[in-house]
């Protein structure tokens, strides 16, 4: 039905309902609107809304008052963030949410997502916050999101995810990068410490295995550094001193071994927590 078509049709059943005494705003016609569209294209990918969150979710609403939906201050009918919070959404992540182009906000943790983070999520060149935590994701981090230059927080915890593609070190912007609870099992890519604005990287709960990159002592800005229950092997490397802004560091339950480094002591003044515990560390805490 073209456009013109149902809006005459809706004027139409307006007036009659205007002879009955009922109040009838004009129907919202999704069609025109390209970021309306890329949301019912994200509500027919969900299978299952069990509590029906997106009920409301029709034309008879305004697109901008949708559940979870908020729109742009100035500019019409341009969504800015989609926040959908263990709402038991079950279904998979539909590629044309990237033609929400001004998207800045998308947060969708505590459902039951699966299958693949969507390549098209790196044409969101405005996302800011990306939280897809606890859900079923599979597969690795799109090398895609690259394109999302603004992202500063990456939230992908307690997913089912297994790779990190390189580009992730092109993500200049990433403050915050967690992803515990997956099934990573490489080594710790030492393309992190390209990501020099990190304050916090939590990759614990996983299967990395091998050394601690020492590259990793350009991260001048981090503060939290988790790396708990996972394989990691060796020596802690003495550049990680150079993580002057370290707060917390955790490395307990991996395979760690050698001594800790002295210089932690003078060179790390902002350390107020340590965790070490269940590895093979030897020598003596200074
Ligand atoms: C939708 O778009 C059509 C064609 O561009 C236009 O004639 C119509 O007035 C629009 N409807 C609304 C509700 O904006
Ligand atoms: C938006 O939703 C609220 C409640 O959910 C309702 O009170 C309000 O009238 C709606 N606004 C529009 C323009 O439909
Ligand atoms: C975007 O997300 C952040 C962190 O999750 C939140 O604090 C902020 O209020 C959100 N912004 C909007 C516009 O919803
Ligand atoms: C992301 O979602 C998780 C789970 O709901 C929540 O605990 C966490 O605070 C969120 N992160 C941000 C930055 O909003
Ligand atoms: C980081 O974000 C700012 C805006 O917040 C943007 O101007 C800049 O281009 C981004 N950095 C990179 C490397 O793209
Ligand atoms: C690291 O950053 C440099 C300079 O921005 C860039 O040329 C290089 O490709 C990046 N390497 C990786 C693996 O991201
Ligand atoms: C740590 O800092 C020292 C002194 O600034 C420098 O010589 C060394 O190369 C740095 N190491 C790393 C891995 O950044
Ligand atoms: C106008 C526009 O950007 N359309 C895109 C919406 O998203 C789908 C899926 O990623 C793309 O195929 C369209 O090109």
Redesign the pocket.
Known sequence: MGYDKKCVMTKILCFYLSLLGVQCSSTFICENYSDCQALLKFKSAIASDPDGHLQAWNEANPFCNWTGVTCHEHVANRVIALELANMRLQGSLSPFLSNLSLLTNLSLPGNAFHGEIPASFGELSELVHLNLTENKLQGIIPASLQGCQRLKFMYLDVNHLTGIP?????M?NLTHFSITYNIFTSSIPS?LS?LTELTRLELSFNYFRGKIPPELGALKKLEILYFHVNYLEGSIPSALSNCTALREISLIDNRLSGEIPFEWGSKLQNLQKVYLSINKFSGKIW
Do not use: S, Y
């Open positions: 390189e580009e992730i070190g092109l200049k393309f390209n």
